[in-house]
């Protein structure tokens, strides 16, 4: 196996971490909600009385934080290796996974697992054993 110790970040790895946790950790506290995010987007389709600002606010904040990071320095590069019609198939399956796992890995993988839920923990080892088996099938087996 080969570090990257260029691109090895663990002191701004740790500090989006702490962010994270900090958020949730506000947004249940404020207001009674788990932070995840296909949740907190999804409840704008079907939207319950009262419950629209809060989720606008919280994405976009989150939409936000590219504009915030400006202020530290310049973005990194995006670079994607792969075609779009490949990213709109993993996206389109993220999306029927977010589903049928009741939710997505912030809210499962983060908040669920700081609750010790049982059904958290059983979707964050799915999500976890499908991206291994994805990026060895990627890489080992098709080659992508």
Do not use: E, K, Y
Not at 20 to 48: K, T, Y
Not at 55 to 72: D, K, Q
Not at 78 to 100: E, K, M, Y
């Amino acid at each position: 196996m080969h570090i990257d110790w260029t691109h090895f970040t663990p002191l701004a790895s740790l500090g989006g971490g702490i962010l994270i946790g900090l958020a949730a950790v506000l947004l249940l506290l404020a207001n009674g909600r788990i932070a995840g995010i296909s949740g907190i987007a999804g409840g704008l389709l079907r939207p319950a009385g009262g419950d629209i600002g809060w989720r606008l606010a919280f994405l976009l904040g989150l939409a936000s934080a590219p504009l915030a990071w400006l202020a530290f320095g310049a973005m990194p590069p995006a670079q994607i290796d792969h075609s779009p019609a490949l990213l709109t198939v993993a996206g389109l399956l993220v999306g029927i996974g977010t589903r049928f796992g009741s939710g997505c890995t912030s809210g499962h993988g983060v908040c669920g697992i700081s609750r010790l839920s049982p059904r958290s923990l059983a979707a964050t080892a799915s999500f976890m054993a499908a991206g291994f088996l994805m990026v060895f099938v990627m890489r080992h087996v098709i080659g992508a």
